[in-house]
């Protein structure tokens, strides 16, 4: 089956908790948790956007809970010879795949185009 064909456009897929942190000298903690959505759309758009789960110890105050939540990225998916999801964004390739049990999860290969910085990333199709 084309993995495409399991993806539900235009419903978001959250990621796990995150957080922004920061140590301090002195220690003192601040933190800002958020979550990360990607939605895919029918004319083969991609957005990876950001949303704070709570207003605790942000290092910035407001700022930083804007600047979260005003994050996104717009991309293009595809889906190439080898059958797996690929998102291009300007600075960032994604290439992955739903589970095959748990066809909701998405999951993905983070790799920068400027950097040689990878890393994995996995969302869950939110049922709201």
């Given at each position: 089956?084309?993995?495409?064909?399991?993806i539900?456009?235009?419903?978001?897929?959250k990621?796990?908790?995150?957080?922004?942190?920061?140590?301090?000298?002195?220690?003192?903690?601040?933190?800002?948790?958020?979550?990360?959505?990607?939605?895919?759309?029918?004319?083969?758009?991609?957005?990876?956007?950001?949303?704070?789960?709570?207003?605790?110890?942000?290092?910035?105050?407001?700022?930083?809970?804007?600047?979260?939540?005003?994050?996104?990225?717009?991309?293009?998916?595809?889906?190439?010879?080898?059958?797996?999801?690929?998102?291009?964004?300007?600075?960032?390739?994604?290439?992955?795949?739903?589970?095959?049990?748990?066809?909701?999860?998405?999951?993905?290969?983070?790799s920068?185009?400027?950097?040689?910085?990878?890393?994995?990333?996995?969302?869950?199709?939110?049922?709201?």
């Amino acid at each position: 089956m084309n993995p495409l064909e399991k993806i539900k456009l235009g419903k978001p897929y959250k990621s796990g908790p995150r957080a922004s942190t920061d140590l301090h000298a002195g220690g003192i903690f601040f933190c800002t948790p958020y979550e990360e959505i990607i939605t895919f759309f029918e004319d083969g758009v991609v957005e990876i956007s950001s949303s704070v789960i709570e207003f605790f110890r942000p290092m910035d105050g407001q700022a930083e809970i804007d600047k979260i939540n005003e994050f996104k990225l717009v991309g293009n998916y595809l889906l190439p010879a080898r059958e797996y999801i690929e998102c291009q964004f300007e600075n960032l390739v994604m290439v992955g795949l739903p589970l095959n049990e748990n066809p909701e999860i998405l999951t993905f290969h983070c790799s920068s185009k400027t950097a040689s910085h990878q890393y994995s990333a996995a969302y869950k199709l939110d049922f709201v």
